[in-house]
Each structure stands twice: as structure tokens, then as C-alpha cells.
């Protein structure tokens, strides 16, 4: 039992696990700093339409529910993509410096939070593990430091880079089982003859290391899904990317089977896809590490 109480145990098993978001974007040959840029349009609709809005203003209600107060305060959003939070912090007040390297999501995002003229949102783009935290001031320079989603998480070394960044809060979202997708459910006895068996993720390990190293933090794990729909050549292409994703066959041969289920399954060419799964949220208090009881 004594490795289960080894943080430094846990930190090597991290590093060496090879199921991450950022891992399973470079199997998939995407490089997780611009892995958005070709759907930087769509994600940017998909995140101020009005499901997008209700999902942001659940996320920043569940903060502001758990002590975090945003008007005045300052917030630094890693992976700000076009601004799906870095907007709703700037609208109650906050000074946010949004960080993001994708270049269409840079534009998008100076686009959507050129309003923001007495209180303008700072954008800095780049690689996030390149940034000198030092020499860039950001110390302890944030009340709340903002990480949804994002793969700059992938091990306990950048966990403590984004801490290191924040004075009173720090968030970081992760999915908790590899994602859930209706298409990749329908496609992958094809290929391999068995269901998909959905993974534990490096949620696990963020929250073991943090419970070990003795910080405060409160979790929300939710089922999140929502439902898009694709032509029957997109949908062969996400079905594709799915497949390298979780490290199944994503040869010719298996993409003829999934042409083929595709064009028999769904005739009339329009293809509705289910996705989403458990996300598991993270506020880890730095200052205050009493339980939080709302006024």
C-alpha cells in the first residue's frame, strides 16, 4: 500500500501515462497547440450560441456559488480559445488576461472582447509551457487562474506551473473517462469486434497528487453531452480521428467498414452526433482553505 501514498510514485506514473488528451492528439498527428484551428469558427459559434452561453454561465455560477468574486478581481484564462470564459469574467468586472496560441482563435477572440474598451481583456499568445513565469510577472499574480479543458495540463510539473501563477484560486476542468461519442459506439465493433469500453483518465492522478500534497480543493464531476450533426464525409472523418484517438485500427480497411455503415445507417446523408462524457471540475483554494459558507 505504501506506493499509493507516494506522491513522487504518482507523479512518475503521470508522466508515463500515454492516454492524455495531448498524447492522443500527437497519436492522431495534431499538434495540441492548434488542434482547434480548422474548427475555430464552429467552436466559436458553438460557445456563444445560446447552449454555449448556458453552459459558461452554469460553470462561473458554480464559482461564484463556491466564494470566487470576479468584479475587480484578476484572472488569467489558459486556453481562452475565443473567449467562451474570458467574455463572462470581463462582463462581471474582471481584468483577464486571456491566453491562447491557436492564431484563428486569437483573432476570433480579440474580435469577440474588443467591447471590453475601460477594462480591455490583455491576449497574449504562444506556448504556455515556453512562457517565463518570472520574468513575465505573473507570480502570484492572479486571484484566479482559469484552465478548461486544456492541454497544457498533461502531468504534476504543469499543474504546479499554473499554481504557480495564481494568488487565491486556481480551476482546472478534465475529462474523467475518455469521451463519449454515439458514432464512435456504432463503429468500433466494426473495427475490433467488441464495444468501446470507455477509460479512466489523468483526472485521477490530478486529484490523488493534490489530496497527497495536502491543498484544499472542492470537485464537481458532471455528464455533459450534446448533440451535433454532419454530413456522412465528415462524420467518416471524426469517426476516423476517433479511432486514432483511443489507439484502435484506423487503416483503409477500416475505413471502408465505416463508409460503408455510414451510407447504409444514414441514407438521407445527415448524420446526428452524440458527444460529451464526465468532466470533472477543480477549485483548489490557495488563501482561504476553511469550507466556503455562503452569505
Not at 470564459?85 to 480579440?110: I, K
Request: aromatic share 10%.
Amino acid at each position: 500500500m505504501k506506493p499509493f501514498f507516494d506522491p513522487s510514485v504518482w507523479e512518475q506514473e503521470w508522466k508515463a501515462y500515454g492516454e492524455g488528451a495531448a498524447a492522443r492528439m500527437r497519436r492522431s498527428g495534431i499538434d495540441p497547440a492548434t488542434a482547434f484551428n480548422a474548427k475555430a469558427e464552429q467552436f466559436n459559434e458553438q460557445s456563444f450560441n445560446e447552449e454555449g452561453r448556458r453552459r459558461s454561465a452554469r460553470i462561473v455560477g458554480w464559482l461564484e456559488s463556491r466564494g470566487v468574486k470576479f468584479e475587480g478581481a484578476t484572472v488569467l484564462d489558459v486556453g481562452a480559445a475565443s473567449g467562451v470564459f474570458t467574455v463572462p469574467f470581463a462582463e462581471r468586472g474582471a481584468r483577464v488576461t486571456a491566453f491562447e496560441s491557436s492564431p484563428p482563435q486569437v483573432e476570433l477572440l480579440q474580435r469577440n472582447t474588443a467591447r471590453f474598451t475601460e477594462n480591455p481583456v490583455e491576449i497574449v499568445s504562444g506556448q504556455f509551457e515556453e512562457i517565463d513565469i518570472r520574468e513575465k510577472g505573473w507570480n502570484q499574480a492572479f486571484d484566479l487562474v482559469f484552465v478548461s479543458m486544456c492541454p497544457v495540463v498533461h502531468d504534476w510539473d504543469s499543474v504546479e506551473r499554473i499554481l504557480s501563477c495564481a494568488r487565491k484560486f486556481a480551476y482546472i476542468s478534465m475529462p474523467v473517462s475518455s469521451s463519449e461519442n454515439s458514432l464512435v459506439n456504432e463503429v468500433t465493433p466494426l473495427i475490433t469486434g467488441r464495444p468501446f469500453e470507455p477509460k479512466v483518465t489523468e483526472m485521477g492522478y490530478l486529484l490523488h497528487l493534490l489530496c497527497l500534497k495536502g491543498y484544499a480543493y472542492e470537485i464537481l464531476v458532471t455528464r455533459e453531452l450534446k448533440t451535433t450533426e454532419h454530413t456522412r464525409e465528415e462524420a467518416l472523418e471524426e469517426a476516423m480521428m476517433w479511432l486514432r484517438h483511443h489507439n484502435l485500427p484506423a487503416d483503409e480497411g477500416s475505413r471502408s467498414r465505416v463508409a460503408e455503415h455510414l451510407k447504409q445507417a444514414y441514407p438521407e446523408e445527415k448524420v446526428r452526433v452524440q458527444q460529451g462524457g464526465r468532466f470533472g471540475k477543480v477549485l483548489i483554494r490557495l488563501q482561504d482553505q476553511n469550507m466556503y459558507a455562503q452569505e
